[in-house]
């Protein structure tokens, strides 16, 4: 990622040698393992404010690339460092819990895992939120779980959230220049899946979306939506 150091040393390479941590390179499959500290001279606090400094270019490059998202960051790192990169941090969305142990050597798909672990909790309460709110906001005129109200607020951007039934389909033609939707039971020539139509054009104007079980669903339908106006 630009902007972030790839190791301590290349973050620190600027600092004066008789103040640096000693590092040695070490290689690791073909790759760079990055730096590791050697212990020659350098304190607890030396190699504490080390790792402190290295990880607010971490911070300052991830609060660059994060800036318009509310995704929640997970670390992953032995425990020690836990609470240096929190002190280091300014992402408001950086998960109390995070992945204990040397990370190095574990694939993408089993950190992933772990990760969602932790976020779930955190998806589930914004989803639960955003239910409740659409119970609240029932009879306002503001909520509807009618396919073609919603596919042309979608369009017009009115829709806030939005949840769509996993795994489900609702086929049919769009016609947005006349203004008709006509629904369909089964796939057929030119027919699109109006949930993800909706999906879509909600997530382009900036709404919400929640794909849940269909049991979950308001009403036990395929689609709801919570309107702006």
């Known amino acids: 990622m630009e902007g972030i150091p790839k190791s301590m040393s290349e973050a620190l390479s600027y600092e004066e040698p008789e103040k640096q941590i000693r590092f040695r390179a070490g290689k690791h499959g073909g790759g760079d393992r990055g730096a590791m500290l050697s212990g020659h001279g350098a304190d607890t606090e030396d190699s504490k404010d080390n790792i402190l400094k290295y990880f607010r270019q971490i911070d300052r490059g ?7 998202e509310r995704a929640p ?3 992953a790192g032995v425990d020690y460092l836990f609470p240096i990169y929190k002190d280091a ?3 408001p969305y950086l998960m109390e819990e995070g992945i204990s142990g040397n990370p190095e050597g574990i694939s993408a798909e089993h950190l992933q895992k772990q990760a ?3 976020a779930n909790p ?9 239910l409740g709110q659409y119970r609240q906001s029932s009879g306002t005129g503001l909520t509807s779980d009618d396919i073609k109200e919603i596919v042309t607020a979608a369009f017009d951007g009115r829709v806030g959230l939005l949840f769509v039934a996993i795994g489900c389909h609702q086929w049919g033609i769009v016609s947005p220049q006349q203004n008709e939707i006509v629904l369909q039971q089964e796939a057929g020539t030119g027919s699109d899946d109006l949930l993800d139509i909706v999906s879509i054009q909600t997530f382009l104007n900036g709404g919400k979306v929640f794909a849940i079980p269909q049991e979950k669903m308001p009403g036990n ?3 709801a939506a919570v309107f702006r106006y």
């Open 221 to 223: 339908k395929l689609s």
């Open 89 to 91: 941090n300014t992402y």
């Open 116 to 118: 969602w672990q932790i």
């Open 62 to 68: 991830l609060r660059n690339f994060l800036k318009d």
């Open 122 to 130: 955190y998806f589930r309460k914004e989803e639960n939120d955003a």
């Open 73 to 75: 960051l997970v670390l």
